[in-house]
C-alpha cells in the first residue's frame, strides 16, 4: 500500500507554528482577523464554518461567524461586504459558498477588496496567479502545494491530470503544479476515454465532486494521487472522488478522506489571514 499523505497531521504542525507568529505579531500590536459571512442554514456549510471558527481559536486569529438569513437580498450582502472591507479589525472576508440562488455569486466575489480576499477567489488575484505573480491563492490547491512540499513530491518534469475545472481547485491547482514545471493536462466529465489520459499521470488530482469515482483503472502503479472529493455514501459516510481501498494498492503516495486535503484548506485560509494581517499594518 502506498504512503498516506496525512493532510491532518501536516494541519496540526503548521498551525502550531501559526499559532507562535500569531503571538508575535500580538507583541507589535497586530492581530489578524477573519469575518465569516454564511447565508442560510446550508449544513455542509455549516460544518465548515465551524471548523475554521474552531481553527482560528487555537492559533489566536479573531475569528467573527456573521450568520445571515437565507432571505438576505443581494444589496444588504454587499453593504455588509463594504463595512469589512473599511473595517481595521479584520483583515480577511470569507462569505461561504454557495450562496442562495438569488444572489450573484460573482458580483459578490467581486465585492470583496482583493487584499482581504483570504480565500484566493476575486478574479484579480486569479489573475495575478494565472500570469505566474500569485497574491492570494485558493486554499485547496494552496494545501495540496504544502503537501507537496512536506513529503517531498517534486513536481519537475512529472506528468499531472488534474481531474475537475473549477475556479476553486481544478484550474488553480493546474497552474500551481505548471509553476512547478510539470506538464499538466485539465481534465473533466466530457473528457474522452478519461481512464487511460488519468493513467499516464505521474501526479494526479481527483476534484469531481463524485463519490468513488476514480478506481484503480485510472491510475498508473507509482502515482500520487490526491483526493479533493467530500461526498456521503448511502449510508453518510464521509467518502472521497478516489476508491481508497483499491487505489492505494497502486499509488506511491494517496490522501485519505477524511484527514487529507480538508484539515490543510482550512489551515491555508489561516495562513493567508497572518499574511493579509502582516501586510496591512
Known amino acids: 500500500m502506498g504512503q498516506l499523505i496525512n ?34 442554514e446550508n449544513p455542509a456549510s455549516q460544518t465548515y464554518v465551524k471548523n475554521k471558527d474552531l481553527a ?10 456573521e450568520r445571515l438569513p437565507e432571505t438576505i437580498s443581494e444589496d444588504e450582502l454587499l453593504e455588509k461586504i463594504a463595512f469589512y472591507n473599511k473595517s481595521e479589525e479584520f483583515h480577511g472576508i470569507l462569505v461561504q459558498l454557495p450562496l442562495p440562488g438569488h444572489i450573484d455569486e460573482e458580483k459578490v466575489l467581486l465585492a470583496i477588496d482583493p487584499k482581504k480576499d483570504v480565500d ?25 502545494m504544502k503537501m507537496f512540499e512536506a513529503y517531498d513530491i517534486d513536481l519537475d518534469g512529472k506528468r499531472a491530470v488534474v481531474i475537475g475545472r473549477s475556479n476553486i481547485v481544478g484550474k ?33 488530482v481527483v476534484a469531481i465532486g463524485r ?6 483503472e485510472f491510475v498508473k502503479p507509482g502515482a500520487v494521487v490526491i483526493d479533493v472529493g467530500m461526498n456521503r ?11 481508497f481501498d483499491e487505489v492505494s494498492e497502486l499509488a506511491e503516495y494517496i490522501t485519505p478522506v477524511p484527514k487529507g486535503v480538508g484539515p490543510m484548506t ?7 489571514t497572518i499574511e493579509a494581517a502582516k501586510k496591512l499594518k
Not at 482560528?56 to 461567524?65: E, Y
Not at 478574479?123 to 486554499?139: A, R, S
Not at 463519490?211 to 484503480?216: A, E, I
Not at 482550512?266 to 493567508?272: A, K, N, S, V
Open 266 to 272: 482550512i489551515t491555508m485560509l489561516m495562513y493567508q
Open 56 to 65: 482560528a481559536a487555537k492559533i489566536g486569529i479573531l475569528s467573527k461567524v
Open 233 to 243: 455514501d448511502e449510508n453518510g459516510k464521509l467518502i472521497g472522488d478516489v476508491k
Open 172 to 204: 488553480p491547482m493546474a497552474q500551481l503544479m505548471l509553476m512547478k514545471n510539470a506538464t499538466v493536462t485539465i481534465a473533466h466529465s466530457r473528457t474522452k476515454d478519461l481512464p487511460a489520459l488519468a493513467k499516464e499521470a505521474d501526479i494526479l
Open 7 to 40: 493532510g491532518r497531521e501536516l494541519a496540526d504542525k503548521m498551525q502550531e507554528e501559526m499559532k507562535q507568529e500569531v503571538s508575535q505579531l500580538a507583541e507589535k500590536g497586530i492581530r489578524p482577523g477573519l469575518v465569516v459571512l454564511l447565508v442560510g
Open 211 to 216: 463519490g468513488h469515482f476514480v478506481t484503480k
Open 120 to 144: 484566493g477567489f476575486h478574479p484579480m488575484n486569479l489573475g495575478h496567479l494565472f500570469v505566474g505573480n500569485p497574491t492570494m491563492i485558493p486554499c485547496t490547491p494552496y494545501g495540496i
